[in-house]
């Protein structure tokens, strides 16, 4: 055998935290003047329709293109700077039952990371503040400092998180057939069949 090692991968919204993080990141860009009252409005009528019943993939399509048009020509300062508000949203709604999950398979020698449709940057800084080896989100393009709206990478989200946990697991030399992931939707279901 190799020198590979198991992973547990955990899904953010709605597994790892109750609802979903895009509202924390919502109310923060709201109070920036990135978006407006109405875009708020609309994103807490999907956020309500989400906790009930989950997304669709059309439903999770439209979230995307909102985001995509919301942060597009944003400075990347400004959404870096977002950060530390839209976690500090997200923290409290955090499952202690999951978090003592993300523990259990810690102690068991296992890595453990975030893998959200959420953007890398917030995925990335949760999961370093949760004592986890790494977050996978999805990747906006930046040029000359400012978004362009543009994906960078696969959209991490049914099908993406795939591709992203593939490519994690051969740099990291993660045994997938070893491995763990925990979700609540059926779109994650390419993720759950990944592992062993």
């Given at each position: 055998?190799?020198?590979?090692?198991?992973?547990?991968?955990?899904?953010?919204?709605?597994?790892?935290?109750?609802?979903?993080?895009?509202?924390?990141?919502a109310r923060v860009a709201r109070s920036r003047?990135?978006?407006?009252?109405?875009?708020?409005?609309?994103?807490?009528?999907?956020?309500?329709?989400?906790?009930?019943?989950?997304?669709?993939?059309?439903?999770?399509?439209?979230?995307?293109?909102?985001?995509?048009?919301?942060?597009?020509?944003?400075?990347?300062?400004?959404?870096?700077?977002?950060?530390?508000?839209?976690?500090?949203?997200?923290?409290?709604?955090?499952?202690?039952?999951?978090?003592?999950?993300?523990?259990?398979?810690?102690?068991?020698?296992?890595?453990?990371?975030?893998?959200?449709?959420?953007?890398?940057?917030?995925?990335?800084?949760?999961?370093?503040?949760?004592?986890?080896?790494?977050?996978?989100?999805?990747?906006?393009?930046?040029?000359d400092g400012v978004y362009t709206g543009e994906?960078?990478?696969?959209?991490?989200?049914?099908?993406?998180?795939?591709?992203?946990?593939?490519?994690?697991?051969?740099?990291?030399?993660?045994?997938?057939?070893?491995?763990?992931?925990?979700?609540?939707?059926?779109?994650?279901?390419?993720?759950?069949?990944?592992?062993?």
């Open positions: 055998m190799t020198d590979e090692r198991a992973a547990a991968f955990f899904d953010l919204d709605k597994t790892l935290m109750a609802g979903s993080s895009s509202m924390q990141f003047g990135l978006i407006s009252r109405r875009q708020v409005a609309g994103w807490a009528v999907d956020h309500l329709k989400f906790r009930l019943r989950g997304a669709t993939d059309e439903e999770t399509a439209q979230l995307l293109a909102v985001a995509r048009e919301s942060i597009g020509g944003s400075p990347a300062k400004v959404i870096d700077r977002m950060w530390p508000e839209v976690l500090s949203g997200i923290l409290p709604r955090i499952y202690p039952r999951v978090l003592a999950e993300v523990h259990r398979h810690q102690d068991e020698g296992r890595l453990t990371y975030i893998v959200s449709a959420a953007g890398a940057d917030m995925v990335a800084s949760l999961a370093e503040i949760l004592g986890m080896d790494g977050g996978i989100g999805t990747r906006y393009v930046v040029e994906l960078d990478g696969p959209f991490v989200y049914g099908p993406g998180k795939v591709t992203a946990i593939e490519r994690i697991a051969a740099e990291r030399g993660i045994d997938l057939e070893a491995s763990w992931s925990y979700s609540d939707s059926a779109s994650d279901l390419p993720m759950l069949e990944l592992v062993g």
